[in-house]
């Protein structure tokens, strides 16, 4: 729970959408700002500006286990992932690309747009997951990308990157090709190893509105010797990948988000997470989607409430406090139903009652208590209203 002008109570259960700032991110970011040189300037003032810069760059390195020459700064994960395919397949080259139907949609728009090459859709199972035998079959010489995300923002479902990771390994020693990995893990970073020796890819997207940090503030790891086009023309910032004086503040901020990652904070999580589904799914009409247990993200709960639709809920849910969401947040004024909830099979006709719960660090159990007493009389008071006149 929090607390914010207009409202004596705000519950805020929408976090995958993005994350409340943490004060001591503020901290550090208002505090860079004090660093007002041009990094790439030549004089004391861009000096410093360049070290609190590098300095940052240096620790989420360490937080990927990357080399800080591989981690290149970006204005958002979108542009990031835009960058990892449009950088890697745009420059007229032919060919596959292999991807899940349930990525986000700067994966799967960027990749409608770039001519010449052949789509292939990886089969997800009715929790989301890939299924692995599937994709090794589906792996040819005339592949040239991968991109699997490693947790659903719809739905939660955490990839098995890994096993993901060594079939395309396997392959391009095999039959002597080089088929590049791309993982978007904006959802992932708060949550899961981030380690990119243990992941096995060589393009890795994360952002800092999705861990506490600032906004405005993407990264993309890019293994050493993978060549991308850059997207963005002008300076040679960023080792010529992305021209733009660099938001040093919002990099200092994300590197003091990656920085108070705890192990501890997700274990909890996940017990409340837990609690809460078992709670949802004793509520009549609420469906739960996507897996359970160890293959669903810490903070993310996915229901379909059946014969209503999101949009009402979602109003009633405000007026009693509390934030939640029905998607992606980068569609949610969209007509269509939801991509990710189509691929995985759920019926049209219980999408429209899609929500989304995503809890945080400042969620209680207190506040979830709140949820369950509230959605049932919201449910209720909806069905009333918009029940078919007989």
């Known amino acids: 729970m929090q607390k914010y002008k207009g409202h004596r109570k705000f519950y805020y259960l929408d976090n995958a959408a993005a994350t409340p700032i943490d004060p001591r991110v503020l901290k550090a970011t208002n505090l860079a700002y004090e660093k007002y040189g041009n990094p790439s300037s030549f004089n004391n003032a861009g000096r410093l500006a360049r070290e609190n810069m590098e300095s940052s760059r240096k620790t989420i390195a360490r937080f990927l286990g990357a080399r800080p020459e591989e981690i290149v700064f970006t204005s958002s994960g979108s542009e990031a992932n835009n960058l990892a395919l449009v950088g890697t397949l745009g420059d007229g080259k032919k060919g596959i690309v292999s991807v899940t139907p349930i990525e986000h949609p700067s994966v799967l728009e960027p990749l409608k747009r770039i001519k010449g090459i052949k789509i292939k859709y990886i089969p997800v199972n009715k929790e989301g997951l890939v299924d692995l035998d599937v994709f090794q079959k589906m ?47 904006c959802q992932a970073a708060g949550f899961l190893d981030m380690n990119v020796q243990h992941l096995g890819a060589d393009l890795v997207t994360f952002n800092g509105s999705k861990i506490y940090g600032p906004r405005g503030i993407g990264v993309l790891y890019i293994r050493r010797g993978i060549k991308l086009k850059s997207l963005i023309f002008g300076g040679s910032q960023e080792k010529g990948l992305r021209a733009g004086t660099e938001n040093m503040p919002a990099i200092v901020g994300l590197a003091k988000a990656v920085s108070l990652i705890n192990e501890q904070g997700t274990m909890n999580m996940i017990k409340l997470r837990d609690y809460t589904i078992k709670k949802l799914e004793q509520i009549s009409g609420v469906i739960l989607n996507g897996p359970r247990g160890d293959n669903r993200l810490a903070n993310n709960i996915s229901i379909c409430v059946l014969e209503l639709e999101s949009e009402n809920l979602l109003l009633e849910l405000d007026k009693y406090g509390i934030s939640a969401g029905s998607g992606s947040a980068c569609t949610s004024h969209a007509v269509e139903p939801s991509h990710v909830l189509k691929a995985i099979g759920v019926p049209n006709s219980h999408i429209n009652g899609a929500l989304r719960f995503s809890l945080g660090r400042e969620t209680t159990k207190k506040d979830i208590n709140y949820l369950i007493k509230i959605l049932p009389k919201i449910i209720s008071d909806l069905e009333k209203r918009y029940a078919p006149k007989l």
Request: net charge neutral.
């Open 139 to 185: 792996l040819t010489v005339h592949c040239s990308l991968v991109s699997v995300m490693y947790a659903n923002n719809e739905i939660g479902t955490i990839e098995p990157i890994r096993k993901i990771a060594k079939i395309i390994s396997d392959y391009n020693t095999t039959h002597r090709t080089f088929i590049v990995f791309h993982v978007d893990a």
